[in-house]
């Protein structure tokens, strides 16, 4: 049985605006700050094995917490869902990220999203 990729939201330009922010993990504002995608323990969100998590789930992080993040740190991993949601909260009041009123809507029409 062949298991379907799930598609990814990809927008290089929300990866750049987040890697102007300072450092979700230890606030600091340096030209090393990358968005990096969750991962680890987050699974099915952060894309599983060998796949990478929808840009969407991004937070900015400097070299040394990207490192730390990378290599296992609790102090990290564990805060990621909460730096993504202030990331995400950021983007949208700053309006790089707007919700389509058009389209959004609850409960949603599509069995699916429910």
């Not at 990809?10 to 890697?19: H, M």
């Not at 599983?48 to 992080?61: N, R």
């Not at 740190?73 to 309006?95: K, N």
């Amino acid at each position: 049985m062949d298991l379907q990729k799930k598609k990814r939201w990809e927008c290089r330009q929300y990866l750049n605006w987040v890697s102007k922010l300072h450092c979700a993990a230890c606030n600091m504002r340096d030209d090393t700050i990358v968005a990096h995608h969750l991962a680890s323990r987050n699974a099915p969100f952060c894309g599983g094995m060998g796949y990478k998590a929808s840009d969407i789930f991004v937070m900015p992080l400097c070299h040394r917490c990207h490192s730390a993040a990378h290599e296992g740190d609790a102090d990290i991993l564990d805060w990621q869902f909460t730096f993504i949601f202030d990331t995400l909260d950021r983007a949208t009041r700053a309006g790089v990220l707007q919700i389509d009123t058009v389209k959004a809507k609850f409960p949603p029409d599509d069995p699916i999203m429910m």
